[in-house]
């Protein structure tokens, strides 16, 4: 799972000072252009295959019932996990930060620890366990369960670093809990649950593997299939544009809902604490409610895989060393966080440097890849590697292009936040004073963003470690990752040999499942929590 803050690209901050011009800018704007379009030509090589088809072709394939199936099986789940996902977020959110909840630290960390398990492992262990959760419900049950944390992270932000004075006053003029709940606090998160909900969306539309297993059909299962089992390009192509429609259209709706409409959340270290809500006589009944939801988001998949760990399993089909599956799965995962995180650098400095409408769309079109599922990335490096690079065709090389098209985002992300950080006119001092500009760079801005660099890594490693849809279709002949082969053992049924690879998977992630978590709610609640 891709594991991100993930703030919108048309949030941006502040305007900086117009800044000194060198000889060096018209460089950095054509090496950050160039990466730009790298990463956004998976959107191209997937149009120029399905127009290769014909109009007539392209109508006869959306003519087709399938397609109508698909695209109704896609939306009503999609609809139905953001609503609870949102509902759960929010919820859990605002009883961690705005009540007196017990142990309200151990459950933040808990409440976000789904995001450690991917979603076809979350598929695994219910469907292992469970064998009816299947179908709608059953998907509907699976991803909610492990996808709200991507809706409680940014609103627990919010919470935790937003001005509680608004709340304050409105329920000193006598508004209710419920009132305040509504007409305040609920207004001031809109943007991060939008952000959230986006991601949301984003991954329902991309992820394969939970949706097999689950028995679900959706337009990434029927674009898997039609290129690996029925070998169609057209049909695959023609999808992959449906799909990526249907990601841009979410895209485009999160922007709009998720502005603030002219509300004003002050955040920073100025703002002032919330006091926190009084639970009282229901303070049981939330902690009822909060472990349950852990132990639906947390406690069956942890269960399974002890249980299945436990009982071990038999199984016909050959075995393989997850010492030397976990050594690849790590030398494709480093090797494409490297590349990724270097190649951020040059987009984020340009944006960061000159605010312009080019900087703007140069950012925002990198930003574009988050909609791609990776059904759809993996897909295109395919058709590109066979028409324009056949020596590359399944040769590890690809398999890293795939990741890193995929990841981009992430390891932006972390860059962007860091440069964000950075005080103003720190570059143009060191250049007033004839330094020449890469020596600015690697004395003055790389040392003050390196911790921005570091988390771009982790996370674009990590979270590439666990990728299954993009891996199955470009990992070379013969070669297995952690998630190939459990995806191999699953598919037999073997639930007692997967659990070791799942096992493995997810204690990979742990680690930035708790980086994410420190670095999204690291401000304070209070000033006695400062003060430690």
């Not at 090496?31 to 790298?38: D, N, Q, R, S």
């Not at 120029?48 to 009503?76: D, N, Y």
């Not at 469907?127 to 049950?141: I, R």
């Not at 002949?477 to 070791?500: E, N, S």
Request: aromatic share 8%; with cysteine.
């Amino acid at each position: 799972m891709t594991l991100t803050e993930a703030p919108s690209p048309a949030v941006r901050p502040s305007r900086s000072p117009r800044r000194i011009r060198t000889a060096g800018s018209g460089v950095l704007a054509l090496v950050a252009i160039a990466v730009t379009l790298l990463v956004a030509s998976p959107l191209v090589f997937v149009a120029l295959e399905a127009s290769q088809s014909g109009w007539g072709t392209v109508q006869r394939l959306l003519g087709r019932p399938l397609i109508a199936t698909l695209f109704w099986h896609t939306a009503v789940l999609t609809a139905i996990v953001t609503v609870g996902a949102l509902v759960l977020g929010f919820g859990a959110a605002w009883l961690v930060e705005r009540t007196d909840l017990p142990l309200r630290r151990t459950w933040t960390v808990l409440v976000a620890m789904p995001l450690a398990i991917p979603e076809f492992v979350h598929g695994y262990c219910w469907v292992s366990l469970f064998p009816a959760v299947q179908g709608l419900w059953g998907a509907a049950l699976v991803m909610t369960s492990s996808l709200y944390p991507l809706v409680f992270l940014p609103v627990a932000a919010v919470l935790r670093r937003s001005d509680a004075s608004a709340e304050e006053v409105a329920r000193s003029l006598g508004k209710g809990r419920l009132t305040v709940l509504w007409r305040v606090t609920l207004p001031q998160t809109r943007p991060a649950l939008a952000g959230g909900a986006l991601l949301v969306a984003l991954y329902l539309l991309g992820e394969y593997g939970a949706f097999a297993m689950l028995r679900y059909d959706t337009f990434a299962t029927a674009i898997y299939t039609q290129f690996e089992t029925a070998f169609d390009t057209v049909s695959a192509s023609v999808l992959s544009l449906i799909l990526i429609a249907l990601a841009l259209v979410v895209v485009v709706l999160q922007n709009r809902i998720g502005r603030n409409r002219g509300r004003v959340v002050r955040e920073g270290n100025a703002t002032r604490p919330a006091t926190p809500v009084a639970l009282a006589g229901a303070k049981p009944l939330a902690l009822l409610a909060m472990a349950a939801l852990v132990g639906v988001a947390v406690g069956v998949p942890v269960y399974a895989l002890g249980y299945w760990l436990v009982k071990g399993g038999s199984t016909t089909l050959p075995s393989a060393s997850i010492w030397s599956l976990t050594a690849t799965t790590l030398g494709y995962a480093l090797a494409a966080a490297a590349i990724a995180t270097a190649a951020a650098v040059p987009v984020a400095l340009y944006a960061w440097r000159r605010d312009t409408r080019l900087a703007r769309a140069v950012e925002q079109t990198a930003y574009l890849t988050r909609a791609l599922p990776g059904i759809a990335v993996a897909l295109a490096v395919v058709f590109f590697a066979i028409r324009y690079a056949q020596p590359f065709y399944e040769q590890p090389p690809l398999l890293v292009a795939g990741y890193v098209a995929l990841f981009f985002p992430l390891a932006l992300t972390a860059v962007r936040s860091s440069l964000a950080q950075v005080p103003h006119g720190v570059e143009d001092v060191a250049r007033s004073l004839g330094t020449p500009p890469l020596v600015v760079l690697a004395r003055v801005t790389l040392p003050l963003i390196l911790p921005g660099l570091g988390a771009a890594f982790a996370m674009v490693a990590l979270t590439a470690s666990t990728e299954l849809t993009a891996t199955l279709l470009l990992r070379p002949t013969g070669t297995d990752t952690l998630a190939t082969q459990f995806w191999t053992y699953t598919t037999g049924l073997a639930w007692g040999a997967a659990a070791p690879y799942a096992a493995v998977m997810t204690a990979l992630s742990v680690p930035a499942v708790l980086l994410l978590t420190r670095r999204t709610l690291g401000g304070a609640r209070t000033p006695k929590e400062a003060a430690r």
